[in-house]
């Protein structure tokens, strides 16, 4: 069962429905109980990183999702839940992501560049497939997806792994 993570801070039917498109089953739910039996898992997210952090607290889930993906479930994090993974974040000096992944996540702080950033950039893949790093190195993420193909970008944050073998793919802004 694919699990879609709520824990207030999403767009959480949109998920569903591209889910949905896909032709596959998803279901939503703010329980640990149904995370613990999920065979994949997606962790959306809209809002700001401190906030985030503490729904997840309230509602019990950060151990059984930190579980989840330590023992090997596939996850796909989108934006904010991307950046709940890393350590910590820029946005919430003090408070600690679920260090997943190490690295922080940082603003842009570049004075010619407009924040949020928001419109299409090409982005390019980074073959690290058989890096032992990268606990899912023959991620299919990509598959089908020409390499430069345009993505919809609407950010003013950016993580920064410990590992750049971590990264499947970047873009310049």
Not at 47 to 64: M, S
Not at 104 to 121: A, D, R, S, Y
């Amino acid at each position: 069962m694919t699990v879609i993570v709520d824990y207030g801070m999403s767009n959480l039917e949109s998920v569903k429905n591209a889910v949905f498109f896909l032709k596959k089953e998803a279901v939503i739910s703010s329980l640990a109980k149904d995370l613990k039996k999920a065979d994949k898992i997606i962790f959306p997210g809209v809002g700001h990183f401190a906030k985030a952090v503490y729904e997840l607290k309230k509602r019990k889930l950060i151990e059984p999702l930190k579980a989840k993906i330590e023992e090997g479930t596939p996850f796909l994090g989108i934006c904010l839940g991307m950046q709940l993974l890393f350590e910590k974040s820029s946005e919430a000096e003090g408070i600690k992501g679920l260090g997943i992944l190490k690295g922080e996540v940082l603003k842009f702080n570049q004075k010619n560049l407009i924040i949020p950033h928001m419109g299409w950039n090409k982005v390019k893949k980074v073959n690290n497939h058989g890096s032992k790093s990268l606990p899912q190195s023959n991620n299919d993420l990509f598959a089908g997806i020409k390499d430069e193909s345009y993505f919809y970008f609407a950010h003013s944050y950016f993580c920064r792994p410990q590992n750049k073998n971590l990264a499947l793919s970047y873009t310049d802004y």
